[in-house]
């Protein structure tokens, strides 16, 4: 009879605590909704949310050593569809870092100068194939400079087909390459390589960052959690595919069935808000 007693005070003492608890939780989850702040179903190319170059007016990353020079006319929308377009075509580019004859062209769309956020949701419906040495990314980054944190929400790098990698850069400055390749200090990266079928496919990407945490999600699927480096700045988009000899293919660049599209449905972002 004691056992029962005190088998009986137990449960009703705890069940009411687990259930509070349940309770509490789902309150919490659902304490907020997104609320849409930016959207680009491409229905046409809108140029007052987007320019086709980095908000410093460069067409390339020289940094990088990248192969391309961004270029207008290869940023189209066709059928509610944006088509980023690389291919092989000589020009001469130059800017404010410097200039020399580029061997192929590339698009990207920017829109620094039209919206940027911070914290809520990012979220891009888009394919691209696989071809190497091209570089088809998705990326957020502040206005300020030097511009740190970098977010990739992805980079297809165009030397595996089937690895992708969600990369994530914050600190002071990027490491100074012209040291050796020593690092910097206050310079931090941490990434993710994520392995399966990228190529030619539509995919939904989604990058949420809270004040406690960042998710990365594809098709609605987490593939990447951290609580690192996580950004207080309002941050803008990027989209590109941008081009690099990789010398795990001998620093060769494929140059059959050009040209080489990037295809973007839409572009959304939200903002959290209370629930009423």
């Not at 979220?123 to 511009?147: D, H, I, N, T, Y």
């Not at 980079?155 to 002071?172: A, D, L, T, V």
């Not at 040291?179 to 949420?208: A, L, N």
Request: proline letters at 5%.
């Amino acid at each position: 009879m004691k056992d029962i007693k005190t088998y009986c005070l137990f449960f009703s003492l705890f069940i009411p605590l687990m259930l509070n608890s349940c309770a509490f939780n789902n309150a919490d989850k659902l304490s907020y909704e997104w609320q849409l702040t930016f959207e680009d179903n491409f229905d046409f190319y809108d140029n007052t949310k987007w320019i086709n170059m980095h908000d410093n007016g460069n067409r390339t990353i020289w940094s990088n050593k990248e192969l391309e020079w961004y270029m207008d006319k290869n940023v189209k929308v066709e059928k509610g569809i944006l088509k980023l377009t690389a291919t092989k075509e000589s020009v001469y580019g130059k800017d404010i870092e410097s200039e020399k004859q580029f061997e192929y062209t590339s698009g990207m769309i920017c829109n620094a100068q039209s919206f940027t956020q911070a914290y809520g949701k990012w979220e891009m419906r888009v394919k691209f194939p696989f071809k190497k040495g091209f570089w088809p990314a998705f990326f957020l980054v502040p206005k300020q400079r030097p511009s740190l944190p970098e977010i990739d929400v992805f980079e297809y790098f165009g030397i595996y087909k089937n690895k992708i990698s969600i990369n994530h850069h914050w600190g002071i400055d990027y490491p100074n390459v012209n040291t050796g390749g020593q690092r910097e200090p206050f310079y931090y990266s941490k990434s993710k390589e994520i392995t399966g079928d990228f190529s030619d496919r539509w995919m939904i990407w989604t990058f949420e960052c809270y004040p406690d945490k960042m998710i990365w999600k594809l098709d609605d699927n987490v593939v990447y959690e951290t609580t690192e480096g996580i950004p207080t700045a309002p941050l803008y988009m990027i989209a590109n595919v941008a081009i690099k000899d990789y010398k795990e293919h001998n620093f060769e660049v494929e140059k059959t069935g050009l040209p080489y599209v990037m295809e973007i449905d839409y572009v959304r972002v939200y903002k959290m808000v209370p629930v009423k």
